[in-house]
Each structure stands twice: as structure tokens, then as C-alpha cells.
């Protein structure tokens, strides 16, 4: 595994431990923000987010991968939240995952741009954020909310997804860690990217 690390305030050892398993592992900014390639479900972090559908019952993606790994408590503890509005966030146990926590926000799907999209999607990583802050949780990872199923443009979805979190942090520093979660390479290549164009 070939782990680049670029200085960092917040990182302990622990940061390397969990996440061996991971194929790559890149860009650590000033605020503890960075990129990291593999399977979300696989992470030992205090909160995986889940890019679930209103329902919260259940789907594909990363939303299939996270309850096959989860367990079939996950699905029950879902069933009592009565589903979710796009743009919020709710919270349950990470049952079987290393994960203490899932958050579950509900993307937008894409529909041309016209349709209030981009706030929605800001609104799933602000209010995934303030969810995770309220029960003091210190280390999150994002999947690329969006941009699966529900055809988020790529470009857009990831500046969207970066400017959310770095806006957060900049307001209340209160995280050690957030990770993205990149399941692709094209998705990897993306964030590091643009990640590169923040911090120069
Ligand atoms: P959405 O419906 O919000 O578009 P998807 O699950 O279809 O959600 O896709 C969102 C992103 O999650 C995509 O970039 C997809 O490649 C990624 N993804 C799928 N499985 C995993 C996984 N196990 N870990 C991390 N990311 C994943």
C-alpha cells in the first residue's frame, strides 16, 4: 500500500493503523481532510456516511455495500427512523462495521442542474457534519454522495463535496479527521486533484 502523507496538526499513529487495507491513501491538509482509496465499509473511523435513498431501507451502491456489512441490525434500527428527507441526515449504530456510527444522508438525484441540486448536496455534507459533531464523533469518511446512481457529474459533485467540509471546518475545527472515500480510481484521481488546487 502506498501511503503519501503532507504534514498535518491533528495525526496521531492511529491514523496509519486504520487505515491499512486501503490501496492508496493521499493528500492530508492543514485541517485533517484527505483522500483515501478503497471500501468505505472497511473503515475504522468513528462514522462512515451512507449515500442512502429516502427510504432508508436499503439500495445499492455504497448504500448495499454498508448494510451487507453492517448486518441485518441496520436495517432494523433504519426501519424505526421513518425514512429521510434529501439533503438531511440521520444517524444510527454502525452495528457489524468497524464503524461506532452510520450517517445516513440522502443525495439529489441529478436532473439537469436546474433543480436546486447543488444545495442539496452541500445540504448532505453540512448537515452529515453537524450530526457528527453533535454526538462528538472525531473521524468521518464520505463516499462521493451522488455520483453513482443518481448521476452527479463528477467535476461538480466532488467541488461541492470539498467546499462543504473545508467551509464546515473552517467554522467549527471540531473533527481530527475526514476522510473521502474513493471506491474508483477516476473518482480518486478527482478529488486528489482538486484537494491539490484547496491548498495551493
Ligand atoms: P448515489 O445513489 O448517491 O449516487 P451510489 O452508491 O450509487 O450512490 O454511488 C455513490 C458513490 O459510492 C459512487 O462513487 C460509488 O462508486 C461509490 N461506492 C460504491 N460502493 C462503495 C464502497 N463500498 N465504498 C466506497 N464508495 C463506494
Known amino acids: 500500500m502506498l501511503v503519501a502523507k503532507v504534514g498535518g496538526r491533528f495525526h496521531s499513529l492511529r491514523t ?8 492508496r491513501v493521499e493528500n492530508l491538509n492543514e485541517r485533517g481532510i484527505r483522500v483515501v482509496r478503497g471500501d468505505i465499509t472497511t473503515l475504522d473511523v468513528d462514522a462512515v456516511v451512507n449515500a442512502a435513498n429516502t427510504t ?7 448504500d448495499g455495500a454498508i448494510h451487507y456489512a453492517a448486518g441485518p441490525e441496520l436495517l432494523e434500527e433504519c426501519r424505526r427512523l421513518g425514512g429521510c428527507p434529501t439533503g438531511e441526515a440521520r444517524v444510527t449504530r ?12 440522502v443525495g439529489p438525484i ?22 457528527a459533531a453533535e454526538h462528538q464523533l472525531k473521524s468521518i469518511a464520505f463516499p462521493a454522495i ?18 462543504s467540509v473545508t467551509n464546515f471546518t473552517r467554522q467549527a475545527d471540531v473533527f481530527d479527521e475526514i476522510l473521502f472515500c474513493c471506491y474508483t480510481g477516476e473518482d480518486f484521481a478527482m478529488y486528489k486533484k482538486l484537494l491539490r488546487a484547496v491548498k495551493a
Open 146 to 163: 451522488s455520483t453513482g446512481a443518481y448521476a452527479y457529474p463528477l467535476k461538480e459533485a466532488t467541488e461541492i463535496a470539498i467546499a
Open 56 to 62: 432508508l431501507l436499503g439500495g445499492g451502491g455504497v
Open 110 to 131: 441529478w436532473k439537469g442542474g436546474n433543480r436546486g441540486e447543488a444545495k442539496l448536496l452541500a445540504a448532505c455534507y453540512e448537515s452529515s457534519l453537524k450530526l
Open 94 to 105: 454502525g452495528h457489524a462495521l468497524k464503524a461506532r456510527w452510520v450517517i445516513h444522508t
Open 16 to 23: 496509519d493503523i486504520h487505515l491499512t487495507g486501503l490501496r
